[in-house]
């Protein structure tokens, strides 16, 4: 039987992406910026704007809220997601931009330790395996430094 992981893997964010692309091609970074969850977000950390220089977001997508979120805090940003589609598409819009993307998953983060001052689940917990799912908060806390934020945005 197959995991919710492993058919995300095999081509589901592929087409999660391909879905919902046009939706995203419509927005533009300022409509990420003003969404609701980005909105809180960046409101509740700008007291602590100082002390975030580098982002993970874990599930990014094309990566348009986690550049928002780097514009709004003043921070450098990487995000990871399983589809490789997004991840391109994504580095090619970000050209330039202080955020770049990578093609991965949640519970096998390819980052040091203490590297992340902010790491952000945006609406992709819900998407997980419940078998890996302790991995992924795992890997989280393991690449968010001592006094770090890490920020849940999901159903």
Same mark, same amino acid.
């Given at each position: 039987?197959?995991?919710?992981?492993?058919?995300?893997?095999?081509?589901?964010?592929?087409?999660?992406?391909?879905?919902?692309?046009?939706?995203?091609? +419509?927005?533009?970074?300022?409509?990420?910026?003003?969404?609701?969850?980005?909105?809180?977000?960046?409101?509740? $950390?700008?007291? #602590?704007?100082?002390?975030?220089?580098?982002?993970?977001?874990?599930?990014?997508?094309?990566?348009?809220?986690?550049?928002?979120?780097?514009?709004?805090?003043? #921070?450098?940003?990487?995000?990871?997601?399983?589809?490789?589609?997004?991840?391109?598409?994504?580095?090619? +819009?970000?050209?330039?931009?202080? #955020?770049?993307?990578?093609?991965?998953?949640?519970?096998?983060?390819?980052?040091?330790?203490? +590297?992340?001052? $902010?790491?952000?689940?945006?609406?992709?917990?819900?998407?997980?395996? +419940?078998?890996?799912?302790?991995?992924?908060?795992?890997?989280?806390?393991?690449?968010?430094?001592?006094?770090? %934020?890490?920020?849940?945005?999901? %159903?």
């Amino acid at each position: 039987m197959s995991s919710q992981d492993d058919i995300f893997k095999n081509g589901e964010a592929d087409q999660w992406f391909a879905r919902n692309r046009e939706v995203m091609d +419509r927005l533009s970074d300022s409509d990420y910026v003003l969404s609701h969850d980005i909105q809180l977000l960046s409101g509740w $950390l700008q007291p #602590a704007r100082k002390d975030i220089h580098d982002i993970l977001e874990i599930g990014c997508s094309n990566g348009q809220k986690l550049q928002a979120l780097c514009r709004e805090l003043d #921070a450098s940003g990487v995000g990871i997601d399983p589809s490789g589609q997004a991840v391109e598409d994504g580095n090619i +819009r970000m050209q330039g931009a202080p #955020a770049h993307l990578i093609c991965g998953t949640a519970d096998a983060l390819p980052f040091d330790t203490g +590297r992340f001052d $902010l790491v952000y689940f945006g609406f992709c917990l819900y998407l997980m395996d +419940r078998r890996t799912l302790l991995q992924a908060v795992s890997e989280a806390d393991r690449v968010l430094r001592t006094g770090g %934020f890490l920020a849940i945005t999901d %159903f």
